[in-house]
Nanobody, 127 residues
């Protein structure tokens, strides 16, 4: 299991931007699907974006498409989530999870069940 350390969460006004990071420096994730998830109070954890580390292909939930961008570093052990045009609905604890590469292409990357989680990073968007 990959142990992620998430960072970059902060409080920001609606319309603002944040860049989240999740690092696993002891790994090189050559061919995985890595996804960002979020969980708001009282809601289920949901997948928002994923990247196929082998070729960099990206996948997004409709709620964030066009606003969020997932990326990876050259070493393939740090993933980023650039979040623009933030809204109140983006307020949540954000997490990374790594899974088998096929998950990216079947759509199952967005399922939170059975994943291994780090401590997450909190994003608070205010009006």
């Amino acid at each position: 299991q990959v142990h992620w350390v998430e960072s970059g969460g902060d409080s920001v006004q609606a319309g603002g931007s944040l860049r989240l990071s999740c690092a696993a420096p002891e790994y090189t994730l050559t061919s995985y699907c890595v996804a960002w998830f979020r969980q708001a109070p009282g809601k289920e954890r949901e997948g928002v974006a994923a990247i196929a580390t082998a070729n960099g292909r990206t996948f997004y939930d409709a709620s964030v498409k066009g606003r969020f961008t997932i990326s990876q570093n050259n070493a393939k052990n740090t993933m980023y989530l650039q979040m623009n045009s933030l809204t109140l609905d983006d307020t949540a604890q954000y997490y990374c999870a790594a899974m088998e590469a096929d998950n990216c292409f079947t759509g199952s990357w967005a399922l939170a069940r059975g994943r291994s989680w780090g401590q997450g990073t909190q994003v608070n968007v205010s009006s």
